[in-house]
């Protein structure tokens, strides 16, 4: 089947981020066909200068989150780039920005100053509290976030110390967030010709994930602590050790425990009223991990698996990031992609993660050099040569 034009086709979104929850929202809707310019400050976004590694001289954190943009290069601290910018925006139909709180402000590119340009914009602000409360003037991290959010209280072993997640969960969960707060306003506009402002934020990126947590602490008034890899409503849902390492087991249900205590040659386990139910195996998690443990310990990794698999009961490997993207499955789902950059030559980069199956996205370009366009879009937006070219003497772009 040839795909039709990518779904975000003829939109255009003015991306005025940096470093990582922002490019994760344009990189989001860049995939599925928006066309976003990426206006960087002179010197580039802080992340060209991340690393190691640097490939050909490349960041390769820069490479990942920037594909299938454009970039121009435009000073906001000069006036007339300012004056460009506006010029810009009242033919965009989003700007996504993630710059400090009140910094747009100051420069004239608020939300309200630049509504009064083009009322349909759809206008993002991604920050790490958000625009109202009395953390809103808080410049965010994702660590801080992370620790602010609980997520940092419920990550880890019992007993063991602070442990954020392994990603930059609020980060890329506020670009998440922030993608899907524009594509609905851009909705809203389709129906009303209105543009709005969308606000998203670090830490309601982190609280958004504690579903389960937050529907304990809700029901019970207890905070949750961490249970190492164990599920805290189902069991047994988690890592188990084997003679040669650790698989995942997730029997989440009745049927599932049942066909598990079959795999494993543990008929004796269905009788045991510790394990009857599944708030009988929660109550009693650790005598259940001790037994299975015990039993897991006696076979290699692989015979186990073989042995879930053809009792149909959810398991898996433990993979690091090699090992799955060498899984024959993350290959067919084509989760890997290879794009030739400019200077760093032939990239790899992570596949688009939703498949559409008329209007599928698609990695298209790398991510570009710095002010690699910039001379492109201005002609796009209407600016003369002359006018460029003033610009450029003036220090507003590069």
């Not at 490479?63 to 290069?73: A, D, G």
């Not at 954020?164 to 809203?188: M, Q, R, S």
């Not at 398991?315 to 890997?336: C, K, Q, T, W």
Request: aromatic share 6%.
């Amino acid at each position: 089947m040839t795909p039709r034009s990518l779904p975000l086709d003829g939109i255009k979104v003015l991306d005025l981020t940096q470093v990582m929850a922002g490019p994760f929202c344009t990189m989001l809707l860049a995939d599925m066909g928006a066309d976003v310019v990426k206006v960087e400050k002179p010197g580039g976004d802080d992340v060209r200068g991340i690393g190691p590694p640097f490939i050909n001289g490349e960041s390769a954190a820069f490479l990942q989150i920037n594909r299938n943009k454009r970039s121009i290069v435009m000073d906001l601290k000069n006036e007339q780039g300012v004056d460009a910018l506006r010029r810009m925006a009242a033919q965009a139909d989003a700007l996504v920005q993630n710059y400090r709180p009140g910094a747009m402000e100051r420069m004239g590119l608020g939300y309200e100053q630049v509504h009064e340009i083009n009322p349909a914009l759809v206008y993002c602000s991604i920050s790490g509290f958000g625009s109202t409360g009395p953390y809103s003037k808080r410049a965010g991290f994702d660590l801080v976030t992370q620790g602010m959010s609980g997520l940092m209280s419920l990550t880890g072993q019992p007993g063991g110390a602070p442990t954020k997640v392994g990603v930059p969960i609020t980060d890329l969960n506020a670009g998440f967030y922030a993608a899907y707060g524009v594509l609905c306003a851009y909705i809203e506009r389709l129906k009303t010709g209105s543009g709005q402002m969308v606000d998203a934020s670090l830490l309601e990126g982190g609280l958004a994930y504690t579903v389960w947590e937050s529907a304990i602490y809700f029901a019970t008034g207890q905070a949750a602590k961490p249970a190492g890899s164990a599920h805290r409503l189902t069991a047994p849902y988690q890592s188990f050790p084997t003679r040669d390492g650790y698989i995942n087991i997730g029997a989440a249900n009745q049927s599932n425990w049942e066909r598990l205590c079959g795999a494993l040659e543990r008929p004796d386990l269905l009788e045991d009223p510790r394990f009857a139910t599944n708030t009988d195996r929660i109550q009693n998690l650790r005598q259940l991990e001790a037994t299975l443990t015990e039993t897991l310990r006696g076979k290699e990794s692989a015979e186990w698996l073989d042995a879930m698999e053809r009792a149909g009961v959810p398991s898996g490997p433990i993979y690091d990031l090699a090992e799955a993207y060498d899984d024959p499955h993350v290959r067919a789902r084509d989760m890997v992609v290879e794009v030739e950059h400019p200077v760093a030559g032939p990239i790899q980069n992570i596949g688009v993660p939703v498949k559409l199956s008329e209007t599928p996205g698609s990695v298209r370009r790398p991510a570009p050099t710095l002010g690699q366009h910039t001379d492109e879009v201005l002609a796009e937006f209407g600016f003369s040569s002359d006018e460029t070219e003033a610009l450029r003497r003036s220090g507003a772009v590069a």
